[in-house]
């Protein structure tokens, strides 16, 4: 096993504050490696110190079995990039956007033609070249942040919530783009996420994140199976809560999440549970409407945000539901904040983490 | 009613025989302001660049200096520099006093807040997440700056811009420190010095001429940097040199 990168006692502070506490962790070469964690928990300051960007308060960072100098990492920066969670784009044509860290490189513009083509190819934006990148749609510009960053072919590729805020369909072609570039091109990936669903799916490894500090790191299924206490504190990522299940006579079981909410799942279960519900499953209504969805909730809107073709709704039923519902319905129902509305979705659609 | 009107018929015939004198001051004028308006560039650009992207104490005071100096009255900057220039002044050595480079000087200094000020608000106003974007990508910190530089190309145009034309339409310092030397050998009447003379003795024909040569010309300058911004000339221009030029002949080829 090759390692990539190192972080070894890496500590960074800002002011009094504590980002990263004694952080150890091993990038592999060729893997992708996940850094999982709720918001501030320091993801994005290690990938700002993996993209070397960013200098460690104090401990050590190698990359390619190099101790790195953060006095000068000019030469280290060439070879690993990072993507940001706020799409960045410069206000020129995707082209000049895509080739800049090849101009950079120095590449001749037959390779940089080729290689911006071959990009746009893989994260399906073929024949973009001229379009003004700041007029393309939010999931349109995050594709060619990713683009920007692939054609650099770097030894180290570090996104930072690549998918967060990209609806359903942008979100899918990104996280084939992963797959793909790990794949076929070996690059090592670290990819910052919330996102707990994409963190089983994509990732070779998990780094679980807690207040600055790396808590476990594991497979997917190690680290999922073991339901640690850390995880459990995920209750702030969308729609995951945790709860006691209870068996019913019915063959299901009743999660109670707290605040008078139990949530009915398909599985029998008893005890701890972790339960998570995809927003796209959620059927969002006016009024109560007679289905055979086994969970209905009333509550109110608390935060509207506003997807490419979607809405993304966050319902408070006395635990907050995060809801997706397509633009056209989000019009037609005259949705607002603080508008009372049901949810509604089936024990089936209740995943169990 | 008819003195106005005869004055601007000889105006206009002064203008269109193309009167030596008019047009040796014309170009003076352009000669003068244009070299006043790169020397503020030299060194108004690098300083707001430093006081746009560099974090520092007393920013807020440095910025609030320049806006100040933009409502200086040129009077005051004029006195300033004239008693700099004299011979018992302090830069008297340099023998600048009633000599071209004096007015040149003048204006640049004149112009620098404003350069300076619009400058720094439109480097300011960039995305901050430019800087590093550029950085992850590979640039060094002088490419990232450059990077911030191109994405405020609009604004630092229009400062430019803005900077020129106070510096063509100035009178108090270019009177104080020139001296509206009209023959000899350095002459430095330039088109506001004339107008204002002009009037002084009642040449009203000549000191229209020149008004309205100043504002044709003001016009034309404002108007192709206005339809080049259009065409995105100067930006691309700005971009890569030629970048725009080499793409219309690939797309001809």
């Not at chain 1, 007029?135 to 349109?140: P, R």
């Not at chain 1, 500090?213 to 504190?233: D, M, Q, R, W, Y």
């Not at chain 1, 796209?280 to 509207?304: C, M, P, W, Y």
């Not at chain 2, 000339?233 to 793409?247: C, F, H, S, T």
């Amino acid at each position: 096993m090759t390692v990539n990168a190192e972080l070894k006692d890496v500590t960074k502070t800002y002011g009094n504050k504590i980002v990263l506490d004694t952080v150890n962790l091993q990038i592999r070469e060729g893997e992708i490696l996940a850094l999982l964690g709720p918001n501030g928990s320091g993801k994005t300051t290690i990938l700002k110190i993996l993209a070397f960007i960013e200098n460690p308060s104090s401990g050590e960072v190698t990359f390619q079995g190099e101790k790195v100098n953060f006095k000068n990492t000019e030469k280290v920066r060439l070879q690993s990039t990072l993507v940001f969670q706020k799409t960045t784009v410069f206000g020129t044509s995707v082209y000049n956007n895509i080739a800049y860290g090849l101009k950079l490189r120095k590449m001749p513009k037959e390779t940089r033609d080729r290689e911006v083509k071959k990009g746009l190819e893989l994260v399906k934006l073929e024949g973009f070249e001229k379009r003004n990148a700041r007029k393309l749609s939010g999931g349109e510009q995050q594709r060619v942040a990713i683009a920007r960053a692939l054609v650099l072919k770097t030894k180290l590729l570090l996104l930072d919530e690549p998918t967060a805020n990209l609806d359903p369909k942008n979100a899918g072609i990104l996280e084939e783009v992963i797959d793909t570039v790990n794949r076929e091109n070996k690059t090592t990936i670290v990819m910052a996420t919330h996102n707990m669903f994409q963190a089983k799916k994509l990732p070779h490894r998990i780094a679980l994140m807690d207040e600055g500090k790396i808590t476990e790191v594991g497979s997917p299924a190690e680290v999922f199976g073991k339901l640690s206490k850390n995880l459990a504190s995920f209750a702030a990522v969308d729609n995951t809560f945790t709860g006691t299940a209870k068996a019913t006579a019915a063959g299901t079981s009743r999660v109670d999440v707290g605040n008078g909410v139990q949530i009915e799942v398909a599985a029998q279960r008893q005890g701890a549970t972790v339960v998570f519900i995809n927003p796209q499953d959620i059927i969002l209504s006016k009024t109560a409407v007679k289905s055979s969805a086994r969970n209905v909730f009333k509550g109110k809107i608390t935060e509207i945000t506003d997807l490419d073709s979607l809405v993304k709704l966050k319902v408070d039923v006395g635990k907050t539901f995060t809801v997706q519902i397509t633009k056209q319905s989000f019009n037609e129902m005259g949705l607002c904040l603080n508008a009372e509305v049901f949810i509604a979705f089936k024990a089936s659609s209740v995943q169990v983490i | 009613m008819a003195d106005i009107l005869s004055d601007t018929i000889q105006a206009l015939q002064l203008i269109l025989s193309g009167d030596p004198t008019i047009y040796g001051i014309v170009s003076r004028s352009l000669l003068f302001s244009g070299t006043a308006i790169i020397l503020a560039i030299l060194w108004g650009t690098p300083l707001s660049m430093l006081i746009a992207m560099k974090e520092f104490r007393g920013k807020i005071i440095i910025k609030t200096f320049f806006n100040t100096l933009i409502g200086l009255p040129t009077v005051v900057l004029g006195l300033i520099l004239f008693l700099s220039f004299s011979r018992s002044g302090p830069l008297g050595f340099l023998g600048l006093l009633y000599t071209p480079g004096a007015i040149m000087i003048g204006q640049a200094i004149l112009i620098t807040p404003i350069l300076v000020s619009i400058g720094v608000s439109a480097i300011e106003s960039v995305d901050p997440d430019i800087m590093n974007l550029a950085q992850t990508l590979g640039a060094s910190e002088s490419q990232a700056q450059i990077a911030v530089l191109k994405e405020a190309i609009n604004g630092i145009l229009l400062s430019y811009l803005g900077s020129f034309n106070r510096a063509i339409g100035e009178l108090g310092v270019v009177l104080m420190v020139g001296g509206n030397i009209e023959g000899g050998g350095l002459q430095t009447a330039v088109m506001t010095t004339s107008i204002a003379r002009d009037v002084q003795i009642s040449e009203f024909g000549l000191a229209i001429a020149l008004g309205i040569l100043l504002v044709l010309i003001l016009f034309t300058i404002n108007m192709i940097v206005v339809l080049l911004r259009k065409a995105n000339y100067l930006v691309e221009l700005a971009k890569g040199p030629y970048a725009k030029l080499k793409r219309s002949r690939e797309t001809k080829r």
